[in-house]
């Protein structure tokens, strides 16, 4: 398919409990990205990798961290999980701004429900 | 940081009939334009996208055009068919470090055949 894959697809889990969520890519692609999607709000930036270790916060960061320690695998965790973190996240990659290909993959998404 | 305001929110149309959905941002340094369609249950799919040395760009029944003066630009999709029902996002970027990009809200287009 698209290359890129995420874990789990589903999750429920609860409030206060960590949760890490998985993005792996099979494209050798440098840039990698966690959003989150809820209704109204678009798509909005949590964290982003633009190499192995290293990372830069989003606009909506607050309660989460991720780590690069690969290539190919981006992880987002949220320390301790919250209703309002409640939403379908997608891992996205990309490549260098200078490639021919150069728009966003997404991953197929994670469906978190925080009760 | 960047800005992108989406309108409208939802968009019904007649088969057959043309839709347009209108983007602005904020940041006077964006210089690349893409579109996204997401079907239900799926992930956001890249259907076509523009870059600031370009005014417009067709592929087929859609075509992306934008105003770096006004700072907008506009997806129009001609002969719309039951299969373009979808919501649909712009967004924006600088191609700085990251190439992150900034979406707009969404538009859930209704194609009535």
């Known amino acids: 398919d698209a290359g890129i894959t995420q874990s789990p697809r589903h999750k429920v889990t609860e409030t206060g409990t960590p949760v890490t969520l998985r993005c792996h890519q099979t494209?050798?692609?440098?840039?990698m990205y966690w959003y989150r999607q809820d209704p109204g709000h678009g798509l909005r930036l949590i964290h982003y990798?633009?190499?192995?270790?290293?990372?830069d916060k989003g606009e909506v960061s607050d309660g989460y961290s991720v780590s690069r320690s690969k290539t190919e695998d981006f992880l987002l965790t949220l320390e301790s999980a919250t209703s309002s973190q409640t939403s379908v996240y997608f891992c996205?990659?990309?490549?260098?701004?200078?490639?021919?290909?150069?728009?966003?993959?997404f991953g197929s998404g994670t469906r978190l429900t925080v009760v | 940081g960047e800005n992108v305001e989406q309108h409208p929110s939802t968009l019904s149309v007649q088969e057959g009939d043309s839709a347009v959905i209108k983007c602005t941002y904020s940041?006077?340094?964006?210089?690349?334009f893409p579109w996204y369609k997401q079907e239900l249950g799926k992930r956001p799919q890249l259907i076509i996208d523009i870059r600031s040395n370009v005014g417009e760009k067709k592929d087929q029944r859609i075509a992306v055009t934008l105003n770096k003066t006004a700072k907008h630009f506009s997806l129009h999709i001609t002969e719309t068919q039951p299969e373009d029902s979808a919501v649909y996002f712009c967004?924006?970027?600088?191609?700085?470090?990251?190439?992150?990009?900034?979406f707009g809200g969404g538009t859930r287009v209704l194609v009535k055949p």
């Open positions: 940041d006077s340094a964006s210089n690349y």
């Open positions: 996205a990659i990309s490549e260098s701004p200078g490639a021919s290909v150069y728009g966003y993959t």
């Open positions: 494209e050798n692609h440098r840039y």
């Open positions: 967004a924006a970027s600088d191609g700085a470090a990251g190439n992150k990009l900034t």
């Open positions: 990798s633009y190499g192995v270790k290293d990372t």
